[in-house]
C-alpha cells in the first residue's frame, strides 16, 4: 500500500514509537446512524447494509434496538440470523425488558447502556444510587443469559469523574467484559478523550478491552477517535458517513483512512470498497453529502483549476494519497477557472483533435461560458465548440 502514499516523512518522526493495532470498528449506522432526521430503514434494507458493512471489512455490526419497534426486532433477527463473518451485537438501555428482547433473538453481545452524568440523572429524575442498581440488575441479568457485554455510560465525557470510575467498576463487577468510553454530545477535546480512555484503563485494568464512542458537534471526532486509540482504545465506534443525530458520530471511512494512512495503525477496512458502501448507504437513506467530503466526495480527485491541471500528470504533486486507495477515479472539468493544460487533457480524453494553436481560444470560451452559467462546462458543451 505505501506506493498508493504520498504523506511525507513528518508523521512517522513525530509519532515514533506509535501503537500498531489492529483497531476494531464496530459500526452503529443501523441504530445511532439512523437517528439521522428523517431517516428509516427497513428490515430488509438494514440486512442489505450489514451484509455490506461485513464485506467492507468491519468488525462489529450494532444491529439495532429491538425494543424500539417491530421493524427494529425484525431487522435484529434478520442479521443475526444471516451468517455474517462480522460479530452481531445488540443495543440495551439498563432496563430488564430490554436485555429480555436480546435475549428473545439469541443475541450474543450487546451495548448496556446507562446515563452516568448528573446533567442526565436529573433529567431523568434518577440518583447516582438508582443507576448504580440499574446498571448491577441489567449486566448480571444480561450476563447470566450467556450475553458479553460491553458497559456504556451514557454522557461520560461530562460525568463527575468519581462516578464514571464507580459506575464502569459496578459493571464490571456485574459482569461486563468491554467499556465503551461515551461522547455522546461531542465535547470531548482529543487531548480529553485520550485522558479519559487512559484514566479508564488504569481503573478497570489493561484486561478489560476499552471502546471509543464519539459524536461530531464540534467537528473533532475523527481526530478524538484517533487519540482515544493512541492511549489504548482498541475498538472504534461510528458509523458510514457519519450519520446520526445533530452533527453526527465519527465517520469510521474517515478514522480508518487516518489510523491506517497518516498513524501506521492497521484496520480491516477495505477502503477500496467504501465509496460504493458510502453510495448505497446514502441512497437507501435519502440524503446527500458534500461533494469535498474526505474519502468519498464526488469532488476529491476531480480538478477545474488551470494550475492543478499543468500538474494532473503528476498525482504525488497534487494528491496525498492516490485514487487507486479508495476506488475511485481522477478527472478533469472544464470551467471558469481552467488552464490551457485543461483544454489539452480534456481534448485527449475526448479523442477530440485540438491543434496547440486553437487552445487558447477554446479556452477562452470555456472560461466565458463558465461564468455566465455560474458552472462547469459539460463535456458535449465542450465538442460543439471544438466542432464550431
Do not use: C
Not at 470510575?165 to 461522547?183: F, L, M, N, R, S
Not at 461531542?186 to 464519539?214: I, K, R, S, Y
Amino acid at each position: 500500500m505505501t506506493e498508493l502514499l504520498w504523506t511525507g516523512d513528518l508523521n512517522r518522526r513525530a509519532l515514533e514509537p506509535q501503537v500498531r493495532g489492529p483497531i476494531d470498528l464496530y459500526d452503529t449506522t443501523l441504530r445511532d446512524g439512523e437517528q439521522t432526521v428523517g431517516v428509516v430503514l427497513d428490515p430488509e434494507q438494514k440486512l442489505e447494509i450489514a451484509r455490506l458493512l461485513d464485506e467492507l471489512g468491519i468488525d462489529r455490526i450494532e444491529a439495532g434496538f429491538p425494543r424500539v419497534s417491530e421493524d427494529d426486532y425484525r431487522a435484529v433477527q434478520l442479521i443475526s440470523d444471516a451468517g455474517l463473518r462480522a460479530e452481531v451485537w445488540g443495543f440495551s438501555r439498563a432496563v430488564a425488558a430490554d436485555v429480555e428482547a436480546l435475549v428473545e433473538l439469541g443475541v450474543s453481545a450487546s451495548v448496556v447502556e446507562s446515563p452516568i452524568s448528573d446533567l442526565k440523572l436529573a433529567a431523568l429524575g434518577l440518583s447516582r444510587e438508582d443507576m448504580l442498581e440499574r446498571i448491577r440488575k441489567a449486566v448480571s441479568f444480561a450476563v447470566e443469559h450467556g450475553i458479553r457485554v460491553a458497559y456504556f455510560g451514557v454522557d461520560g465525557t461530562r460525568a463527575d469523574l468519581r462516578f464514571f470510575e464507580q459506575a464502569y467498576k459496578t459493571a464490571i463487577e456485574a459482569g461486563a467484559q468491554e467499556a465503551v468510553v461515551v461522547d455522546t454530545i461531542g465535547v470531548a477535546t482529543p487531548e480529553a478523550a485520550a485522558f479519559l480512555v487512559g484514566a479508564t484503563t488504569e481503573w478497570l485494568g489493561e484486561d478489560v478491552p476499552v471502546h471509543w464512542h464519539g459524536h461530531n458537534d464540534f467537528g473533532l471526532a475523527t481526530a478524538a477517535a484517533v487519540a482515544a486509540v493512541q492511549a489504548g482504545a482498541t475498538v472504534v465506534h461510528g458509523t458510514i458517513n457519519g450519520m446520526g443525530e445533530r452533527a453526527g458520530n465519527a465517520n469510521l471511512g474517515e478514522v480508518a483512512l487516518a489510523l491506517q494512512v497518516l498513524y501506521g495503525i492497521s484496520t480491516r477496512l477495505d477502503l477500496a470498497r467504501l465509496r460504493d458502501v458510502s453510495a448505497r448507504v446514502r441512497e437507501l437513506s435519502g440524503y446527500e453529502l458534500e461533494p469535498w467530503k474526505p474519502i468519498v466526495g464526488e469532488n476529491l480527485f476531480t480538478r477545474e483549476s488551470g494550475a492543478v491541471a499543468s500538474q494532473f500528470h503528476d498525482p504525488p504533486s497534487i494528491e496525498p494519497y492516490s485514487s487507486e486507495l479508495v476506488g475511485a477515479e481522477r478527472k478533469i472539468v472544464l470551467g471558469k477557472k481552467s488552464g490551457l493544460d485543461s483544454i489539452r487533457i480534456k481534448a485527449e480524453e475526448l479523442g477530440l483533435d485540438v491543434p496547440e494553436e486553437r487552445r487558447a481560444d477554446l479556452l477562452a470560451r470555456v472560461k466565458a461560458l463558465g461564468a455566465s452559467k455560474r458552472g462547469l462546462v459539460t463535456d458535449d458543451e465542450f465538442r460543439s465548440m471544438v466542432d464550431g
